[in-house]
């Protein structure tokens, strides 16, 4: 390929390619994103290729293979347009008769439709269904139209356009002016306003300044910025080179985590097509403006996600935070002023900078504009990523859009933001999300996850197993936070073991205060959100642990037994052999009986039993 | 590890100092550990000091400067595993393999950690072995998974 000179240049080739591009061809897409990939999906599309070139029907429909659509829940996904009919769980064998069927003969394959858990009702295109009906899908929906792997396909769908036009007929001001007016805020975490970071770095006096990617996605449950990387490369890209004209960055660095190994892939093919198309280099689209990038590896290290360890890390050092006396967007990668952005506030400003803030400023609330990424996990129906206008409320993305609790379970809490968030409970569920809502609630935005939680889960255990992750992922430097962490984390342990005593949740406030108060990063300034949050909305939670030495939720291991209901077991013996302490005895045909002081109550036995014998107690 | 082959690492780099973690990964990945004179060398060329080294083979989760497994499970531990049940399937494993995180199996078979998030939260609980993830998994699931592994070595050495 050769280089492009120009905007003009630009417009030719994607005039080229869309005159290619046969609209009305049949193409198939299959999600090769993380999750549909865990389900093989790769398996269908090979199957799908063998079978569109057995039948010697090569150049007469395409077959693409796409990030992540998000409905992860219902994988492995194919799309077959023009008709956009959407086919859920599709195995390998069922790549002959969506060729036959529904290619060639516009028949729909009932069997392979997405069936709704609850109403029963069948869908046949992708936008019909619920759980994509009520989102809006800014920024993620182009990942199912997109092989990230080729820049044609951002092309042909309009990539680029923001940068030519912000090169042919904007300033470097005025692009900084319309992020500023659009008042984007940070996807990451805080929402701080990006314009507001950006003029900061742009006006720091050094001439030398520096932005970055941050694609250390650590929060646990979050992983929109995976899906984006991995199935839209450019978008990202696009962002952050209108960033640096902005900024006035000569050089930018993207700092993904090693265990998305899918995105360091498809990010580097997408840094070298940008540098052969001339998008990436020196003299961009013939402008005269400089803008190169390199991609750095993390290495399994949650801290590293604050900016200033960042920093830290692509420098060659050890990823710990610094103290912040001048922020990074002043004095960051090598004393040089230092422009952050996470993943998915990038994406947004192509967007921005093509349709302009007024059109931005058209979705979302007050304070708070635009659509927002979720990753919406945990206890729910379709798991999967989900894209809303900020100041959604809660209750719409679980209910319509999640399709509520699977089961007949009860929701208990959703937890919002990462290990620097809260829970939520139910009374709250009409609240708008947005950045400021979920603050006022005790948690945060963070990179959004929203992990749902039911009757079934112990908000002790949640607390406790975020601390276990925080004093884990403390990486020591300040003694608040490195001991804060651990003797909270020591508290909440023997409080789910049946040893707490009165005293412990003063204790827990008070440590809490401390730990917030005298550490340097959000790591540790953040760390006793978890608990404080449980202790504000299920303070009974944790008073039954403590005082009547019971696990209302069934979870703590040393405050319940299990139990088999001889009415309901038919002797089967499926616990018995699986029961890895031989605690389970019994004959065969007649109930079984489990010996409670050899039980290491590790619940195999209830998730084999077929007859739903085994209760906790 | 053969200085060669440390020396080609280095060169993938351009022998930056900057880049010195993509070099630790990249031995990790190659030898399953960090050798100590892979470690010196490093330091040496770079003119890296050994401590700062050691400082990060310690610091980050990816390095280690034991012997992994020939299958290395990492056992998702991220917020949506976690209330999925990812304590039990992290028992199950322990208990198949007597091994407790951290550790490999006296055979250097099989290797078992527990990682934050790896970030395929819609699947939980998950499993990755060898870069392959196991979605919704169970101690049933368990069971099968580990026999798949062992005979598709038995078949490798037949």
């Keep these: 390929m050769s280089r492009l000179n120009s905007v003009g240049e630009l417009e030719k080739l994607r005039a080229e390619i869309l005159e290619k591009r046969d609209s009305g061809r049949p193409c198939i897409t299959t999600c090769l994103g993380t999750g549909c990939h865990a389900y093989a999906s790769q398996d269908v599309y090979n199957a799908l290729a063998e079978e569109i070139s057995s039948r010697g029907l090569t150049g007469k429909v ?6 992540c659509h998000g409905f992860c829940e219902q994988g492995p996904i194919v799309v077959i347009f023009p008709g956009e009919i959407c086919y859920c769980r ?14 060639l003969e516009n028949k729909v394959i009932d069997r392979l439709l997405y069936e709704d858990p609850v109403s029963g009702q ?15 899908r800014l ?28 090169l042919a007929e904007m300033t470097p001001e005025d692009v900084l002016e319309e992020v500023k007016k659009a008042n984007l805020r940070g996807r990451g975490g805080g929402g701080f306003p990006a314009g507001v970071k950006w003029e900061t770095t742009r006006q720091a006096p050094e001439k030398e300044k520096y932005v970055i990617v941050n694609a250390d996605e650590g929060d646990p449950g979050a992983y929109m910025d995976r899906s984006l990387l991995e199935g839209n490369p450019h978008l990202v890209l696009e962002g952050l080179i209108l960033g640096a004209y902005a900024i006035g960055a000569a050089k930018g660095f993207v700092y993904v985590r090693q265990e998305y190994p899918l995105a360091v892939k498809n990010l580097t093919l997408a840094v070298q097509q940008a540098e052969e198309h001339g998008l990436l280099g020196d003299d961009i689209l013939g402008s005269g403006f400089d803008f190169s990038v390199s991609i750095k590896r993390g290495a399994g290290a949650f801290v590293s996600g604050e900016s200033s360890a960042l920093v830290s890390a692509i420098e060659g050092q050890v990823g710990e935070p610094r103290p912040k006396h001048i922020n990074t967007a002043i004095s960051g990668l090598w004393g040089k002023p230092t422009n952050l952005n996470n993943v998915e506030t990038w ?8 349709r302009g803030a007024g059109w931005f400023n058209s979705t979302g609330n007050e304070q708070n504009k635009g659509t927002k990424i ?12 989900v894209e809303v206008p900020m100041g959604t409320p809660l209750r719409k993305i679980i209910d319509d859009i999640g399709g509520g609790i699977p089961g007949d379970k009860r929701f208990k809490a959703v937890q919002t933001g990462g290990p620097s968030g809260g829970c939520i409970p139910e009374q709250y569920l009409d609240t708008p999300v947005d950045f400021d809502r979920l603050k006022e609630l005790g948690s945060m935005m963070g990179s959004g996850g929203m992990i749902i939680m039911d009757e079934d889960n112990c908000m002790v255990d949640v607390a406790k197993y975020f601390m276990h992750f925080l004093k884990d992922e403390s990486c020591g430097k300040c003694t608040s936070c490195r001991e804060g962490t651990k003797r909270m984390y020591e508290i909440l342990d023997a409080i789910t073991r049946g040893e707490g005593r009165e005293g412990d949740l003063e204790l827990l406030e008070e440590i809490a205060w401390v730990t917030e108060n005298a550490s340097l990063c959000a790591l540790g300034s953040t760390a006793a959100n978890p608990v404080l949050s449980t202790l504000r909305y299920f303070r009974d939670e944790y008073e039954a642990h403590i005082k009547e030495k019971r696990c209302p939720a069934k979870v703590c291991k040393a405050l319940i037994r299990f139990t088999i209901d001889p009415e309901k077991c038919d002797g089967c013996g499926r616990c018995k052999r699986n029961c890895p302490e031989g605690a389970i005895t019994g004959e065969l045909k007649s109930p079984m009986t489990i010996d409670s002081s050899l039980c290491s109550r590790c619940g195999i036995c209830r998730e084999v039993c077929h007859l739903d014998a085994v209760t906790a107690e | 590890m053969e200085v060669k082959e440390i ?3 280095m060169e993938k780099y351009d022998a930056d100092r900057t880049d010195v973690l993509g070099m630790l990964m990249d031995i990790q990945e190659k030898e399953r550990y960090l050798p100590r004179e892979a470690l010196r060398h490093l330091s040496e060329k770079l003119s890296v000091p050994l401590t700062r080294l050691y400082n990060m083979a310690t610091f980050y989760e990816a390095l280690s400067l034991k012997p992994l497994g020939r299958h290395q499970i990492h056992v998702c531990m991220g917020t949506a595993c976690h209330v999925r049940g990812a304590a039990r399937i992290l028992d199950k494993l322990e208990s198949s393999l007597s091994i407790k995180p ?16 790896v970030g395929a939260c819609a699947l939980g609980p998950v499993v990755q072995v060898n870069g392959e993830y196991h979605g919704n998994m169970s101690a049933l699931k368990v069971e099968r998974m580990l026999k798949r592994y062992s005979e598709a070595d038995k078949e490798k050495t037949e």
């Design chain 1, 62 to 67: 395409d077959l693409r293979g796409t990030g």
């Design chain 1, 139 to 166: 920024i993620l929906g182009q990942n199912r139209l997109i092989d990230p792997q080729n820049i044609e396909d951002y092309f042909a769908l309009g990539g680029y356009k923001a940068l030519a036009k912000a």
């Design chain 2, 102 to 117: 951290g550790e490999v199996t006296p055979d250097l078979n099989f290797g078992l950690k527990t990682v934050n998030c």
């Design chain 1, 90 to 103: 599709v195995q390998p064998e069922d790549a002959a008769d969506i060729v036959a069927l529904t290619v």
């Design chain 1, 122 to 136: 069948k869908y046949e295109r992708e936008s019909e269904i619920p759980f994509y009906k009520n989102q809006d």
């Design chain 1, 347 to 354: 994406a947004n400003v192509p967007y921005i900078i093509e």
């Design chain 2, 7 to 9: 020396e080609r690492i």
């Design chain 1, 374 to 385: 979720f990753s919406l996990v945990g206890k729910v129906n379709n798991t999967g990523l």
